[in-house]
């Protein structure tokens, strides 16, 4: 009954109307979230490196070849690049001086895969391991190592096709061990290695910098070369200027690396853009249904007053309108979360075919906008129709 | 719950030379349990003083009095819990839906709380001969049923005052006896005082003091 006497099937259209413009507004908006979220997953995953991140060299020239000149980097090299505004900190790679051999025991120790090897090593802290599976505390025989994600990728699709090997994940090779017999000053011990990580960006097997420095100190036969490759932190990889500045310098980087940075860069923008207009859409979706309540209102102002004048609560008129409004709301919200949840799964099929990997379900952050827009348009709704009663008592 | 007027003066009246009148700009104490009759030609604010005992104008100097409460300092709730147990009205233009059937117009007040029961409220329809109309919607029903109408959902409510606003101008001498006689059967039940303006017609009911206006 207090439909026919609040409502008068009024306002019907402007509600469904605000209804729908709320509904492209916030998909929009609560997509773009999710979307940007999963990118960002997608660019972060599986590298041990923050997103700052980047390792250059110098080419290698026929100069070079000839012992003419060579590729290492002098100090005031390393000063000229950690002057550069964009470049926070400058970390040289420490390179092994002493004879490695490393073995590692596939299919029940039959076969082995033996190689000569080297190490390299960078500052614990700029690697992204968690320090329960990094590091090495001497003399310890045990070390844990990084290694480059193509190493696993030419296993598992070469080596182990070759000779009829079973296939690994990173996460099982975690529990193999390398032998590792190293050599030099006249000794030769035997250390065991496990395998912490690996990254698509670094070319490097990596160790611990305190093992680094150990070894290097107990075994190492010649004199530390300058060092030729350098990790480069900065503030942001997308600067324009970066590129420039190693071109002319002739340094050579992973181009991936910096596309990456741009990529993610417009992504932000192309983002930004679209939750600007989503932002707007909403708010224009925001002011339909407040405009709405108030025209319901008014059209209703005579049924009102005399609902006030016989002794109702304002607080009882106003919950009946805002009670028909939060069902408005849950019903957009639930909407909304089901359209965003479908898209996101045609996404992850379509990004699956092409073999990336995204995590499943609705991000975090896209329940918190959600819950934020409703709770805004709820408060604002429910201050406008206050005023509003307010008018006619 | 005696109401006191003190130097009521509605805004459109100040100007007016009021020392003739029995209520404006005087003290007038209106005593519970007791029966008014308000009087006056047309035009001279009947209805603003019933309207603002009801607390629907606010346009006066002076104050209205009740116990400890000020009509001018009431807030709004204040105002809902007054007309929901103190002060009942049967209003100008009686104000009925007309979108609403009898039963309705009813059932929104009846949402609030009641004084009397269900079989209570449909012996005084049946009382008043609007029984058959009741399933109807009130636009299609004349003033006078409506009036009786009207009368009923005043008397659903507990209150100490009742304020009725012309209340039989439409009905004929019988429904007039019998409408007085409800009317005054639930106030003596209930203790209440009542407020009746008219144009000079003290239609057979019982009254304690008339207020020339």
Known sequence: ?393 | MDLRLQKVVPVPLRDWNLSQSGVWNQEVLLECGKSYLVTSPSGKGKSTLLNLLYGIRRDFDGEVVAGNRKWSHLKRNQWATLRQTEISMVFQGLRLLPQLSGWENLRLKSRLPLHVTESRMREMVELLGIVDLMGKKCAFWSYGQRQRLAIIRALLQPFHWLLLDEPFSHLDRDNIALAAQLIQDECQQRNAGVLIASLGDDYELKLDAQLAL
């Open chain 1, 1 to 393: 009954m207090l439909r026919k006497v609040l409502w008068k099937n009024q306002g019907l259209g402007k509600l469904i109307l605000a209804s729908i413009g709320a509904f492209l507004g916030l998909f929009l908006f609560l997509f773009s979230i999710q979307f940007y979220q999963d990118i960002q997953s997608l660019l972060a995953k599986d590298d041990l490196f923050g997103a700052g991140f980047l390792v250059i060299n110098k080419e290698v020239s026929l100069l070079n070849m000839a012992g003419v000149g060579n590729t290492g980097f002098r100090d005031n090299e390393l000063e000229d690049l950690k002057a550069q505004s964009y470049i926070e900190d400058v970390a040289p790679f420490v390179h092994s001086t002493f004879r490695t051999y490393a073995s590692i025991g596939l299919g029940g120790q039959e076969q082995e895969i033996r190689t000569d090897i080297f190490f390299e090593s960078i500052p614990d802290a700029y690697l992204d391991i968690n320090a329960e599976k990094w590091g090495w505390e001497g003399p310890a025989d045990e070390i844990s190592i990084a290694l480059p994600a193509d190493y696993l990728k030419l296993y598992n699709f070469g080596f182990s096709q070759s000779y009829g090997l079973p296939q690994v994940s990173s996460g099982t090779i975690g529990m193999a061990r390398l032998k590792l017999k190293i050599s030099g000053k006249g000794r030769t011990e035997t250390f065991y290695a496990r395998i912490a990580g690996f990254s698509d960006r670094i070319n490097a097997i990596l160790v611990p910098q305190g093992f680094m420095e150990y070894a290097n100190e107990r075994f190492g036969d010649r004199e530390a070369r300058k060092p030729s490759r350098v990790l480069v932190v900065c503030n942001d990889p997308a600067h324009p200027d970066l590129e420039q500045y190693l071109k002319e310098e002739g340094y050579e980087t992973n181009r991936e690396k910096l596309k990456n940075s741009r990529m993610q860069s417009v992504l932000r923008i192309v983002v930004g853009v679209l939750a600007g207009i989503s932002v707007l859409i909403i708010s224009l979706a925001l002011i339909v249904f407040t405009l709405s309540f108030q025209l319901i209102i008014t059209g209703a102002a005579e049924e009102i007053q005399l609902m006030l004048h016989l002794g109702t609560r304002e607080g009882a008129i106003a919950g009946y309108y805002l009670k028909s409004f939060s069902l408005i709301l849950s019903g957009l919200g639930l909407g909304i979360i089901g359209v965003v949840g479908y898209v996101k799964g045609l996404v992850i099929d379509v990004l699956q075919e092409r073999g990336f990997e995204i995590p499943e379900g609705i991000d975090a952050a896209v329940w918190l906008s959600l819950m934020v827009v409703l709770g805004v348009f709820m408060l604002v709704n429910t201050v406008s129709i206050f005023q509003s009663l307010r008018k006619l008592a």
